[in-house]
Structure formats: C-alpha cells, structure tokens
C-alpha cells in the first residue's frame, strides 16, 4: 500500500468514527476498493484510532480536566463522592471494563474471523435498524446528570459490541442510551467520553506489537504512513465531533439507519456476484 491509499483511509476514520456507521467497517470495505485491495488490518484501526480520540480529548478537555480533579480529590477526600464529576470519572472506568474484559478473550476472533464481509453487511443492517428502533421510541427525558451505574455497565456492554466490525462503537453506545431514555446528545457525549480509555489502549497496545517488531503486527502500512493516516485522521475527527453533536440537538439519526441499510444491501450484492471477497 502507498501513501496515498493511507491518507485517503485517514480521511476515511476521521469522518466514520464518531458517527454511528462503524469506522472499522468502513476501514475494511474501501481497502477492497483501493489499487491494493487489501485489508488494512486490525492494527492499522486500532492506530488510526488513537488519532480520532485525541481529537476527543482537546474537544472535550476542559469536562475532562474537570472530571479527573474531581474524581483524584474524592480520592483524597477533598471532594464529595457524591459530586456527579466524581460519580462521571467512576461511571467512565466502570463502563470500560466490559471492553477491555471481551478484547482480550476474543483479540484472535477480532483480528481474524470477525473481519468478515459478510458478518459487516450483516451487522450493519441489522443495528442500523436497532438505533432506528430506539431512536423512534426513545422518550429523551434523562441527561448526563441521570446516569447511574446500572446505565454506565449497560452502555459498556453496548460499547463492547463494537468489537465486531459494522456495529459501530458510537453507533451501540448511542443506541442504548437512547433506549434507557437519554437525549441524542447526552447519549453521544457519553459515548465519546467513554471510548477514550478504550481506543487508547487498543491502539497503543497495537503501537506496542508494531514497535516491538511482533510478527504481522504492522500489516500492510509503514509506520510513517500509518503516522500520516492517524494525523489526518485527528484533523478531520475534530471537525466532525463539532458538526455532529450540532447536527443530532435538532435531527434524528434516520439519514445515518437509511445509510447503514444501503451499504450492507450493496456488500450483499457485491459479495453474492462475486465482485468483492468476504
């Protein structure tokens, strides 16, 4: 793979990974379209990935600041555990395990089965119906400020599903807050939030194998051209968080379903005719 095909799947992560369409999967399907035609790979992803978040963390940093010196001075003492920035930073940590508990005993699925094409079309379609589900029935009336720990497991277990490409981490996390009642927003930003520790430390465990020179750890990219995706990746994430926690305080997710639906419908096809390989 060159350069080019790098930039271009940066541009790509950056513009999927905070909407509820799954960046992995995209990930996968424009790779079978490039000159390569190749998998850019799980490890490419989970790079990619720290790009993104990073994006997150300047987005977000002024709550996130906030959050941990509250949540280190309850620690301490010096701040109620009943303060909700306290009551975020636990929610955060605890909403976290359920991913990094399925990572580590499914990584060889991750890496290998669950990057399927067939599987991707299928997941696609069949959670774009569920967010479209939830989003119809969803009745908006909790902010962050309601979230309990029974909430924060439910949305790390949703988050986890994420792990198979095509379910979309953004995409499951949103879709059960706005089943246990949360706003559109609400639901986001704690998607967003909670997927830091996550990414993080896939992608710098991925970082880890590639410089510690494991064998097929780096896939089909260098790791200056990997540097320049993630970058990119990073620029475009940061944009898009803006445009898309505007765009859901008036409007539905319906426009990202009837996408999620058309792109499983078209691997479908390109698959039964033998256009592209699972």
Known sequence: MNWFEAAFLGLVQGLTEFLPISSSAHLFVVGKFLPSAADPGAAFTAVTQLGTETAVLIFFWRD??????AWWGSLRGRVPRNEPDVRMGWLVIIGSLPIAVLGVVFQKYIEGTFRNLWLVATTLIVFGLLL???????????HLEDLSYKDGIIYGFAQALALIPGVSRSGG????????GYTREAAARYAFLLAIPAVFASGL???????GEHE???GPFSIPQTALATAIAFVVGYL????????????SFRPFVWYRIALGVALYLLLGTGVITA
């Open 205 to 211: 465990y991925e970082l880890y194998k590639i410089f």
């Open 132 to 142: 479209a589900v939830a989003d119809h029935v969803a009745t908006q009336r909790k």
């Open 64 to 69: 996130i600041v906030r959050i941990i010196k």
């Open 173 to 180: 996390t949103i879709t059960a807050g706005l089943l246990m």
């Open 240 to 251: 898009i968080i803006g445009w898309f926690l505007k765009y859901i305080s008036t409007k």
């Open 216 to 218: 097929g750890a780096q």
